[in-house]
């Protein structure tokens, strides 16, 4: 058993937490740190489960949080990998439009990006995109060359070592669920830690932890997991690199969508489907209390009737690969059903306001004495450094560090 003090706890062991670690650490070198992780392992969940992509930029409302984080954080990500021996790949993407109203959004796509100050964007014709991307097809496409692939769990473990190494009476503890805390005292599955302050990043429990805080919120964060399939080994050869729809406005994710991995794995997908048990990964995972406490917030409802003909098709592609099928030979129409296996899967946390609207910038909040990240979404884990960085700006200022 633990009862152990510390500066500063932070409860969550995903790329947010650990780049929070890093940065304070870096700043503050004599901070006794302590990171506690309910999983067996770092970025289990969320870090661990993307795609592993390094978003240029492209999409974010120019001067938003989010913006402005994932330009900043893609240049510190990818200056930190050349530093630590982490291998990455700025190999580009292509974004591709199917009809003239998509190459008209790909337009628009394309100066929405040049104003978050993405370079050399460009707009390719079929015989130009084809060069780059053989099979797919399309009546436009745009070059992002600023896109790239890593893989975010050795960023997350290298994070941690960096830690250990500034300062080793800073810990790490996995297995650790917090089961209660009040001021400076934590209660978990490894026993009791004092902490002057705490930074929560948990991911998909952040709003219940805020909750547990004292935190009023109206927001609610609701789980949808999203389904991949992978290229098998003799169509692996279809896709080079990283290919994109152009994404519906209307919704808040990007759609299907081809992504090699560093381990030379081409992922399809994902889809979108609301799930039962927030880190619940199976189609059929179920936990009423998850459950409930989504399906009682107003926002939840709100989505789903604004937005059902999308999700019910989303739902039908889920239980069946004909359909997800279909989907992706709108890029790739020589696609067969055994070019793609079934692969894994992931869950994503998506922020709702009562009026059913997704909350699509990062959202942080602090309480008498703590510090919430509430909301990370996508791009957290290229921002992950920014963010880190904006969290340590918070705790200076909220914890009075200087």
């Not at 050795?154 to 250990?164: D, Y």
């Amino acid at each position: 058993m633990q009862n152990k003090e510390f500066d500063i706890a932070i409860v969550g062991g995903g790329i947010v937490g650990l780049a929070t670690a890093f940065q304070l650490q870096l700043n503050f070198p004599d901070l006794n740190l302590v990171i506690l992780e309910k999983e067996k392992e770092l970025a289990f969940h969320q870090t661990g489960r993307n795609s592993g992509v390094i978003h240029s930029g492209l999409y974010y409302k120019p001067g938003s949080f989010r913006a402005d984080n994932c330009v900043r954080g893609r240049k510190q990500l990818i200056q930190f990998s050349k530093e630590n021996d982490i291998d990455f790949d700025i190999c580009g993407k292509i974004v591709v439009a199917g009809n003239i109203a998509e190459a008209e959004r790909l337009k628009r796509l394309k100066v929405n990006g040049e104003k978050n100050g993405l370079e050399g964007l460009k707009l390719l014709d079929p015989a130009e995109f084809k060069k780059i991307e053989p099979y797919v097809d399309g009546v436009k496409a745009l070059l992002v060359p600023e896109a790239g692939i890593i893989n975010y769990k050795r960023v997350t473990n290298k994070f941690a070592e960096k830690v250990k190494s500034i300062n080793n009476k800073s810990e790490i503890f996995t297995n650790c669920e917090v089961r209660n805390f009040n001021t400076g005292n934590i209660k978990t599955s490894k026993g009791n830690f004092q902490a002057r302050h705490i930074i929560f990043c948990g991911g998909l429990f952040s709003d219940k932890l805020a909750r547990r805080d004292n935190v009023d919120l109206d927001i609610q964060i609701v789980g949808f997991r999203g389904d991949y399939y992978k290229l098998s080994e003799h169509a692996k050869n279809k896709i080079n690199n990283l290919v994109y729809p152009v994404p519906d406005p209307e919704f808040p994710f990007l759609g299907v969508h081809f992504t090699r991995l560093t381990n030379g794995e081409i992922e399809c997908g994902p889809n979108a489907v609301f799930t039962f048990k927030r880190e619940g990964y199976n189609k059929t995972d179920f936990n009423f209390k998850d459950t409930l406490q989504a399906l009682s917030f107003k926002g939840t409802w709100r989505l789903f009737i604004n937005h059902w003909k999308f999700g019910l098709n989303e739902y039908k592609r889920a239980f069946s690969k004909s359909l997800f099928l279909k989907q992706l030979q709108k890029m790739m129409p020589s696609l067969e059903m055994n070019d793609i296996i079934e692969g894994r899967s992931g869950v994503r946390a998506i922020a709702l306001g009562v009026d059913g609207e997704v909350i699509d910038d990062f959202k942080i909040i602090k309480s008498k004495s703590n510090l919430h990240v509430l909301n990370a979404p996508s791009p957290a884990a290229t921002a992950c450094l920014a963010i880190g960085e904006h969290v340590k700006n918070c705790a200076i200022e909220n914890f009075r560090l200087n």
